[in-house]
């Protein structure tokens, strides 16, 4: 059974920072990709940032050059480093798994269909 498991989600001020750890189990494929999305109240899911297992990573605008997306060695947890958060930033966090996938091209579009998620993780930036 796959398992992913949000954790890090937190409440801090405006240019704080925090850094998320998506756990997986049960998920051992060689091509895959990892995404953490967002969602805040009233607002549609967002796809926030992309990796897949060769490394290549991939950003919504809004958080180009304050988020990083990356995985351990091990390849079980994928982690989102998020620096100078801002209030638009809070949301509930996501982290969601998909098999047989890579990123085509930099730049391409984030992809939004995955198979398996987790239950999420509360962010609240406020001062």
């Known amino acids: 059974e796959v398992q992913l498991v949000e954790s890090g989600g937190a409440s801090v001020q405006p240019g704080g920072s925090l850094k998320l750890s998506c756990q997986l189990s049960?998920?051992?494929?060689?091509?895959?990709?990892m995404g953490w999305f967002r969602q805040a109240p009233g607002q549609e899911r967002e796809a926030v940032a992309t990796?897949?297992?060769?490394?290549?990573?991939g950003y919504v605008d809004s958080v180009k050059g304050r988020f990083t997306i990356s995985q351990d060695n091990a390849k079980t947890i994928v982690y989102l480093q998020m620096n100078n958060l801002k209030p638009e930033d809070t949301a509930m966090y996501y982290c969601?798994?998909?098999?047989?996938?890579?990123?085509?091209?930099?730049?391409?579009?984030?992809?939004?269909?995955?198979?398996?998620w987790g239950q999420g993780t509360q962010v609240t930036i406020t001062s």
């Open positions: 969601a798994a998909e098999p047989w996938c890579h990123i085509l091209r930099p730049g391409a579009p984030l992809r939004e269909d995955y198979k398996y």
């Open positions: 990796i897949d297992a060769a490394g290549s990573t």
């Open positions: 049960g998920f051992t494929y060689n091509s895959y990709c």
